[in-house]
């Protein structure tokens, strides 16, 4: 196999950021294919798990995602029998998410998994290039 140059391509910060976000989802997909769940329902999990009376809309804000999409996990994850939908306890007009049991038990080995895994990332930079790392990334997302 010949050897490609990539000189101009690895100095496009987009393209580097995409290769890291690979490497980090294939670590990610290694160690969660067991539990069958994706970065984003672990996320949808865990916001629920910590607060039991969110609804849609403030899942979707949380979550920097689109009401849709949200609704399409929740649906995913309502049919695994890991939440259920609800009225509120705090305002009746709107639907609420909350574990089930199992939905509490899978969220727990997410959770342990996730320690693993982001030790796994945050080993690659000491505490001080740690912190600028996230700083830098928070300009990008914010």
């Not at 920097?64 to 999409?69: F, K, L, N, V, Y």
């Not at 959770?111 to 300009?139: G, N």
């Amino acid at each position: 196999m010949p050897r490609i140059d990539r000189r101009a391509l690895d100095r496009n910060l987009g393209l580097r950021l995409r290769r890291a976000h690979g490497a980090v989802q294939r670590h990610f997909l290694d160690h969660f294919a067991g539990l069958g769940l994706t970065q984003k329902q672990v996320s949808v999990l865990w916001l629920t798990g910590d607060h039991p009376d969110l609804a849609q809309t403030d899942l979707a804000g949380a979550l920097d995602m689109d009401r849709a999409t949200t609704m399409a996990l929740v649906h995913g994850l309502e049919k695994r029998g890991l939440l259920v939908r609800s009225p509120s306890a705090t305002d009746k007009r709107r639907v609420a998410f909350r574990l089930t049991p199992p939905g509490t038990a899978l969220l727990g080995e997410a959770q342990a998994a996730i320690v693993e895994h982001e030790a796994w990332l945050k080993d690659r930079f000491s505490p001080d290039e740690l912190t600028t790392l996230e700083e830098l990334l928070a300009r990008i997302y914010r």
